[in-house]
Nanobody, 123 residues
Framework: QVQLVESGGGLVQAGGSLRLSCAASGRSFSSYNMGWFRQAPGKEREFVAAITWPSSSTYYGDSVKGRFTISRDNAKNTVYLQMNNLKPEDTAVHYC????????????????WGQGTQVTVSS
């Protein structure tokens, strides 16, 4: 199993940008589809973005389409989430995970989560 560490979160004003990183250790993640999810206080965890292997096709949740971009660097065992035009409603802990497409949604392949990285957007 792969271990993942998210980083890059912080406090930013509305309209600003952040780039999150997800670094893998242990087993290489290059053969996995990878995704980002987020969870705001009092809300369920939601899908943000996914990138497939090997085609690197990308998929996004409706709330982030046109603003966020997911990418991967298999040589560095890292997945990125570029977040532009951030809004206060993007405030959440963001998590990465290997994913699979099942029941018409992207799901965490192994069911476990890392510590995530906090993104806070002020208005």
């Amino acid at each position: 199993q792969v271990q993942l560490v998210e980083s890059g979160g912080g406090l930013v004003q509305a309209g600003g940008s952040l780039r999150l990183s997800c670094a893998a250790s242990g087993r290489s993640f290059s053969s996995y589809n990878m995704g980002w999810f987020r969870q705001a206080p009092g809300k369920e965890r939601e899908f943000v973005a996914a990138i497939t292997w090997p085609s690197s096709s990308t998929y996004y949740g409706d709330s982030v389409k046109g603003r966020f971009t997911i990418s991967r660097d298999n040589a560095k065992n890292t997945v990125y989430l570029q977040m532009n035009n951030l809004k206060p409603e993007d405030t959440a802990v963001h998590y990465c995970a290997p994913v699979l497409w099942a029941d018409s949604t992207w799901q965490n392949l192994f069911g476990s989560w890392g510590q995530g990285t906090q993104v806070t957007v002020s208005s």
